[in-house]
C-alpha cells in the first residue's frame, strides 16, 4: 500500500524513473520542411473566461505554432525551471467527447499545448478511429503540438527491446500518416523509463518530455481537486525544489480536466496581479518546448536537460510584454 501510494505521489508530482541495462537501434528520421508543416491561421476569440478583453491581447501575441521537427534529440526534458515558465500538456486523447471541448477552452484562454497521443486511438479503420484521428489533425491545425504516446500505454521498462520498438515505430507511422510527418516527442506511459528505455529512444531521435508539475486528474473526478492539486504541487515545487514554474501534465479524456483547465489559468492569471504589484515576475503561459529543451549533443540519450534557463534578454522581454499585459487586465478588474 505504502509503495502505491509512494508511486501515486510521484506521478503526481513528477515522472518515475526505473533503471535496468540495454541495447540500442538504428533511427529513420525523416520531417517535412517546415513550411509544409500545417499552421495554424490566427483566430479571434470571445472569452468566457474572467477576464475576457486583456486574454484575447495575450491571444493576439501568441507566436505562431512551434515547428514540430525542431525537437529531435534533446536530452530527456523533466520540466524543471527556476522561472515561472509554465506549460501545458495533455496526454491520452484524443477523445471524441472531451478534446473538442479543451481545445475550445485552449482557444479562448490563447494558449498553445503539447498533446501526447496514444496512437491505438488513431490507428485502424473503425469510425471511431476514423474521427478521433480526424480530432487529432485538428488538435494541430489548432496550433498545438502532438507528441507520441506509444500505441497501447504499456510501461516500457517492463518490455522486451522488440516490444518497445514496435510501441514506437507503429505509433510513429500511425501520427505520420495522420500529421504528414512524424512526431519528435515522447512521453513514456507513466513516465517509467529507464537508460535501456532511453537509448531505444534516443536512437529513433525521439525527445522524452517528462514533467514535473502533476494535476492528479487520473485519480480523482472533480474539477475541484484538479485545481486544488495543481495549486499544491506548484507551492510544494518552489518550497521544496526552487521550481517555481514547469510542464504541466492533465489528461484531456477526462471531462473533470477540461473544467480545471480554464480555472487553472484563471488562477495563474489572477496571481499575476499579485505578483505584478509585489513587482515580482510573473506566471508565462509558453507554448513552446525550446524553453525546456536542450540538445543532446551526442551522448546516449539518458542525460536529463538543465533546468530551463532561457536567455535572459528573451526572458526579460517576455516579462516586460506580459507586465503591460497584465496592468492592464488587473486595473480593469479592479474597476469592476
Ligand atoms: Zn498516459
New binding site residues.
Given amino acids: 500500500m505504502l509503495g502505491i501510494l509512494a508511486s501515486v505521489a510521484s506521478l503526481v508530482l513528477g515522472a518515475v524513473t526505473a533503471h535496468h541495462a540495454d541495447a540500442a537501434h538504428p533511427a529513420p528520421a525523416r520531417a517535412l520542411p517546415a513550411h509544409e508543416v500545417p499552421r495554424h491561421a490566427p483566430t479571434v476569440h470571445t472569452s468566457t473566461g474572467p477576464y475576457p478583453e486583456p486574454v484575447e491581447e495575450v491571444a493576439r501575441e501568441l507566436p505562431s505554432q512551434p515547428d514540430p521537427t525542431r525537437f529531435e534529440d534533446g536530452r530527456v526534458i523533466t520540466g524543471a525551471t527556476a522561472h515561472r515558465l509554465i506549460l501545458f500538456s495533455f496526454?491520452?486523447g484524443p477523445d471524441l467527447n472531451t478534446t473538442p471541448r479543451l481545445l475550445d477552452e485552449l482557444d479562448a484562454a490563447g494558449v498553445h499545448a503539447v498533446f501526447f497521443t496514444v496512437a491505438s486511438r488513431i490507428e485502424g479503420d473503425t469510425p471511431r478511429q476514423r474521427e478521433q484521428a480526424d480530432l487529432l489533425g485538428e488538435i494541430e491545425r489548432r496550433g498545438h503540438l502532438i507528441g507520441h504516446?506509444t500505441v497501447h500505454?504499456r510501461q516500457l521498462p517492463l518490455l522486451s527491446n522488440e516490444e518497445i520498438i514496435a510501441e514506437v515505430d507503429d505509433g510513429q507511422r500511425d501520427i505520420e500518416r495522420v500529421l504528414g510527418h512524424r512526431p519528435y516527442l515522447l512521453r513514456p506511459?507513466g513516465g517509467a523509463r529507464s537508460p535501456r528505455v532511453d537509448r531505444l529512444l534516443a536512437a529513433r531521435g525521439y525527445t522524452e518530455m517528462l514533467w514535473n508539475l502533476g494535476t492528479g486528474d487520473f485519480q480523482v473526478r472533480d474539477a475541484d481537486e484538479v485545481v486544488r492539486t495543481f495549486r499544491r504541487v506548484l507551492q510544494r515545487r518552489e518550497r521544496e525544489n526552487g521550481e517555481r514554474g514547469g510542464i504541466v501534465l492533465m489528461h484531456d479524456p477526462h471531462p473533470w480536466t477540461v473544467e480545471a483547465f480554464p480555472r487553472i489559468v484563471a488562477e495563474l492569471r489572477a496571481k499575476n496581479c499579485e505578483l505584478l504589484a509585489q513587482g515580482e515576475e510573473l506566471y508565462d503561459i509558453v507554448d513552446d518546448p525550446r524553453f525546456f529543451f536542450e540538445a543532446r549533443r551526442g551522448d546516449d540519450g539518458t542525460a536529463l536537460a538543465q533546468p530551463a534557463e532561457p536567455e535572459a534578454s528573451v526572458l526579460q522581454a517576455r516579462q516586460e510584454r506580459l507586465r503591460s499585459v497584465t496592468s492592464a487586465r488587473c486595473s480593469q478588474v479592479a474597476r469592476r
Fill in positions: 496526454d491520452d504516446h500505454h506511459p
